[in-house]
């Protein structure tokens, strides 16, 4: 089976955010070239399983771009002698403020990576340190600039909204920021409060507070500050200039075929889902052990793509949903939540935030 989407997980960090639900950690005692190793290794492992003919790779983490150079360009060259790049479009990296230079932009930039995401995440000091991000500002706009003239043709900047002590008006000012430096694609983030992250056990204790009204103010704000100035809202969270979209995110949201490789990370291919150990040094030491094997049924591929494309400005074929879900659509589209644009159905500009609830009534 020939499989075209691979994701490559670094778990590396160098600070450990504490809304960051993510298997990462600091290197500790697993160094860098070990955990390369492993990674090149769990590629061939797979490759002989797989005909692995990639349009699209991902670096993700953890901080992908806290690898060393030599240790970066190690993993750089082991999957370009490994893969078959034919038909690689698009490989993305994140990367942080902090973790990367001139030098190891270049040599990014060199191997094939097209597309970097920026982990910028607010513009707005007393927000860096509430999330536990070890950048300033000017740091952050000094990294960007490093992307742009190393050469790289789309980079993304995340941002985060809804944080803890973050009034619109604050937010305003980062998407104004933001918008200044003319990035080719925005992503942001409403804040989630995830299960074992320090702000989880925040929330608990009632020093932070969730407020859908609130988020629904900053959602919207986005929305019209970005699109009226050129981007596309093609995903609840991203945005792009026209031909700049994540092919890497539209893959997963499609329900295409991919591979993980790196401690935690998640493969689905047909309908098995399974997941390496979430361990590091076991992962280097034992290879790509399994966890978390799992056979989705049509059910469960269904319902989850009807999830994740009812979230994109495409949204879902009419003739994919049963029945009872196409009646219900109908309904909503009746009350103007959904709208029927040639053979799919996708939710209005003002009820995009009502995304969860009205793909649970889809379900089959």
């Given at each position: ?24 950690h ?9 955990l390369?190793?492993?990674?090149l ?6 490759s ?16 992908p ?10 993993l ?27 030098k190891?932009?270049?040599?990014l ?23 536990g ?16 003239e ?20 604050a937010?305003?000012?980062?998407l104004h ?51 009226e100035?050129?981007?596309t809202?093609y995903?609840?969270?991203?945005y792009a ?8 995110n ?10 993980g ?9 047909g ?24 056979t ?8 989850e ?13 009419l003739?994919?949903l049963a ?11 009746s ?11 996708r ?18």
């Amino acid at each position: 089976m020939i499989v075209r989407h691979l994701y490559v997980h670094v778990p590396f960090c160098h600070r450990i955010c504490p809304y960051c639900a993510f298997y990462k950690h600091q290197p500790g005692k697993t160094s860098m070239k070990v955990l390369v190793d492993a990674l090149l290794a769990d590629l061939a492992a797979k490759s002989q399983r797989f005909e692995i003919q990639p349009e699209t790779i991902y670096f993700g983490g953890g901080t992908p771009t806290l690898l060393n150079h030599s240790a970066l360009s190690h993993l750089l060259e082991g999957l370009c002698e490994q893969l078959d790049l034919s038909h690689l479009a698009e490989w993305s990296t994140e990367a942080n403020p902090m973790t990367f230079d001139q030098k190891k932009a270049e040599l990014l930039h060199s191997h094939g990576i097209n597309r970097v995401s920026l982990g910028v995440q607010s513009w707005q000091p007393n927000l860096l340190k509430t999330l536990g991000r070890d950048h300033s500002p000017e740091q952050a706009t000094m990294s960007y600039h490093i992307l742009r003239e190393a050469g790289f043709p789309i980079v993304n900047l995340d941002l985060m909204f809804s944080l803890p002590g973050q009034s619109l008006k604050a937010w305003e000012e980062d998407l104004h920021r933001t918008l200044k430096l003319h990035p080719q694609h925005i992503s942001a983030y409403n804040l989630t409060y995830e299960e074992d992250t320090p702000f989880f056990n925040q929330l608990g204790r009632g020093n932070f507070q969730e407020d859908v009204d609130d988020n629904a103010d900053h959602f919207y704000l986005a929305d019209r500050l970005l699109t009226e100035a050129g981007f596309t809202h093609y995903e609840i969270s991203n945005y792009a200039q026209p031909g700049c979209e994540s092919h890497h995110n539209q893959a997963y949201w499609e329900g295409k075929n991919y591979l993980g490789l790196g401690p935690s990370a998640v493969s689905t291919v047909g309908t098995q889902r399974w997941q390496n150990v979430p361990d590091t040094v076991r992962y280097a030491a034992e290879g790509a052990v399994t966890v978390n094997e799992e056979t989705l049924s049509e059910a469960d591929l269904h319902n989850e793509r009807v999830a994740l494309m009812l979230r994109t400005s495409r949204g879902i074929q009419l003739a994919s949903l049963a029945d009872t879900a196409r009646k219900r659509a109908q309904e909503f589209e009746s009350e103007g939540v959904l709208e029927f644009v040639d053979d799919h159905c996708r939710l209005t500009a003002e009820h995009r935030a009502m995304v969860d609830p009205v793909a649970a009534e889809l379900f089959i």
